[in-house]
């Protein structure tokens, strides 16, 4: 059985890439930081596979350290999903609080790199890690310097990652627009009921993980498109 550390699993993609590999017969150890959520998508997915679920923010080390642990001697797949926009509504980079933001990329940047790093002597050749990023990373979105400056910080980190250790597959993913609740936090008040459902990224992301696609960063639309 496959075993795949997922953070950010209890709602939006994290919950709907959750449900594919529970699906597919993966072991599942997910994580979130809000502890009632995570419980209910944690009896939801135990009904179909091996489930860890274990609340808690990736930006503490002693909750990294839990997740790792749990994982076992093996992990096949780790995907960096868990993120926080920070400031709601989204403000100038010339008026974002410096404390949010440092917090913002000890979440979105840091963290995932701390876990990576816990995990690597766990990942034999082949093993995946995937860290979820944002077209935010790449394109001046007025508003959303933090949110993208820390992505663009992940997205160099899974750069180096996978020049350094040419014996995994890691991936930066661009799941597109999505109508979640993250999404929603960035407009609110505004209809975004236009966006596709989480769930339309997840093949993209399934290629990734059981594909054999070179490391890089791809976007999950394109995966789908090209029949990855």
Known sequence: MRTALLT?????LGLELARALADRGWRLVIDAR???????????LS??????????????????????WAAGERIDAMINNASTLGVSPLPPLAEYPLAELEHVFAVNAIAPLALV?????????GSR???????????????????????????????????ERTDLRVYAVDPGD???RMHQDA????????RPPPRDSVPGLLALLEGDLPSGRYRA????????
């Open 34 to 44: 809000n502890a009632r959520d995570l419980e209910l998508a944690n009896s939801e």
């Open 187 to 194: 407009f609110p008040g505004e209809d975004i009921s236009d």
């Open 129 to 163: 890690i995937v860290n979820v990023t944002s077209d935010a990373a790449v394109e001046g979105y007025e508003g959303w310097g933090g949110y993208g400056a820390s992505k663009a910080a992940l997205e160099q980190l899974t750069n180096v990652l996978a020049a």
């Open 8 to 12: 950010g699993a209890s709602r939006g």
């Open 178 to 180: 999505m109508n979640t």
């Open 117 to 125: 790093q816990l995990a690597l002597p766990r990942l034999q050749e």
């Open 221 to 228: 639309t394109e995966l789908v498109e090209v029949g990855a």
């Open 47 to 68: 009904a179909m596979t091996e489930v860890v679920a274990i609340a808690g923010d990736v930006a503490d080390p002693g909750h990294r350290s839990r997740l790792v």
